[in-house]
């Protein structure tokens, strides 16, 4: 837990792990410790938070290459440990928790879907090692039949099956890209900046009610999810009817 500005958050991430039991984690995966440690950690906030009127931000820092693959995850229960991480923050931007997700690497797979995409604000560094998609490169094109060099080729047209940041901007789900001199190595500046921005996102979230609507609204929305935004339009009007 931090305080940030005048606002205490809980800072939450998935680090590589060179000596956990389960060898399939060993490179900052989500796997089954993960995935129920996350969960653990946001529903205690969500109940130490219950009679407080300001609830703590979740800043989820997410540099994920994937979800854990292996015959201990599989028969344990990832897709249970993984989904319970996700409930929990969902429960807990229902509860007032706002959830603000930073990009700063990897974002794959199910990784990404148990810890990041539920945020009800999106921050990512604008760098062209940021990598954010449902799925690895090598499976995505195992899965398509295709080479890699065909799945990159493809990228350039089609924006839902891109790698890169700037593609995943255009989807509607990041408010801020962030640019700085050097990702790697950033400068007092470049953290009060990116505190700023964080902070920014808190009140932003709140505003929205901690909803992920805010993606049908974004400046790219219009333009990229147009045909998303009629269909949830239709559905309303047919619901209204009825």
Known sequence: DIILGNRTCRVLAVTADPHTIFPRTRKGEVGLQQGWELARLIRQ??????DSPEKR??????DVPSQAYGYLEEYHGIFLSCAASVNAYAMARHAGHPVITVIVGNAISGAFLAH????SHMIALDDETITVHAMSKKSAARITKRSIEDMDKAADSVAA?????HSFNCLGAVNTLLKFPDHDHPS????????EKIAEGIRESEANGNTLDYRLKTPNAPKYRALS???RRQ????????
């Open 161 to 165: 099956i891109a790698y890169d940041i």
């Open 229 to 231: 935004i009629q269909v």
């Open 235 to 242: 559905m309303a009007e047919a619901w209204r009817e009825k």
């Open 57 to 62: 931000a979740l800043i989820a820092v997410v």
């Open 45 to 50: 906030a969500v109940e130490e938070d219950n």
């Open 116 to 119: 990041g995409l539920q945020g």
């Open 188 to 195: 007092e500046d470049d953290v009060r900046v990116m505190k």
